[in-house]
């Protein structure tokens, strides 16, 4: 099975800053990369697909890039509804293996 | 509008058996293919099977800590898809979620994500 990893595991930042999550694939997966967005007691929602392309709805100040085996997930300005977990996950399998999550705090 | 509801979670002894259910609407579960995913309280998010659509021949494959102990089917008459859990873990506590996958079509491939998700069920296996 294909392994990912997250980094950080959570990160303290403030309204307006920048953040950058990492995810690492233990073997190539090309661009098949999913992020999903999960807020506590509620249902992950996914952000992107295929590494860099948004959802309908997701705003604009997310963005993804990536290819092959490193990802990151970018907030260009972080806002108040953006505190959340996010995860990661291969879409090079059916076996769609998550990342363990990176928890952005305030 | 597409919607799921997960019921039937609770608590179970270890070796025991459950069934979970996940009731559909704003679309057909024969006609999609869906997956359930758990989460230990606290921690990541675990794919456990999923169930390719019946034009796509209706198979299943489930992640190695539960396979020959999880089976996944579905009742067309309820638009209805289950989870059936048996000789079940304490690691199997979790939260269970059932979703649909998106499938499309990039260049020569497909690609996926989990698209609807529910709002979950608890599974707690404890003596």
């Known amino acids: 099975d294909i392994q990912m990893t997250q980094t950080p595991s959570s990160l303290s930042a403030s309204v307006g800053d920048r953040v950058n999550i990492s995810c690492r694939a233990s073997?190539?997966?090309?661009?098949?990369l999913n992020w999903y967005q999960q807020k506590p007691g509620k249902a992950p929602k996914v952000l992107m697909y295929?590494?860099?392309t948004l959802r309908g709805g997701v705003p604009p100040r997310f963005s993804g890039s990536g290819s092959g085996t490193d990802f990151t997930l970018t907030i260009s300005s972080l806002q108040p509804d953006d505190f959340a977990t996010y995860y990661c996950q291969e879409s090079y399998s059916f076996s769609g293996t998550f990342g363990q999550g990176t928890r952005v705090e305030i | 509008e597409v919607q799921l509801v997960e019921s039937g979670g609770g608590l179970v002894k270890p070796g025991g058996s459950l069934r979970l259910s996940c009731a559909a609407s704003?679309?057909?579960?024969?006609?999609?293919?869906m997956s359930w995913v758990r989460q230990v309280p606290g921690k990541g998010l675990e794919r456990v099977g999923h169930?390719?659509?019946?034009?796509?021949?209706?198979?299943?494959q489930f992640a190695a800590p539960v396979e020959g102990r999880f089976t996944i089917s579905r009742d067309e008459s309820k638009n209805t898809l289950f989870l059936q859990m048996n000789s079940l873990k304490t690691e199997d506590t979790a939260v269970y979620y059932c979703?649909?996958?998106?499938?499309?079509?990039?260049?020569?491939?497909?690609?996926?994500?989990?698209?609807?998700w529910g709002k979950g069920t608890s599974v707690t296996v404890s003596s």
């Open positions: 169930i390719k659509s019946k034009s796509d021949g209706g198979t299943t």
């Open positions: 295929l590494a860099s």
């Open positions: 979703t649909t996958y998106h499938i499309g079509v990039a260049g020569y491939d497909y690609y996926f994500y989990m698209d609807v």
């Open positions: 073997q190539s997966i090309r661009s098949y």
């Open positions: 704003g679309f057909s579960v024969s006609d999609a293919w």
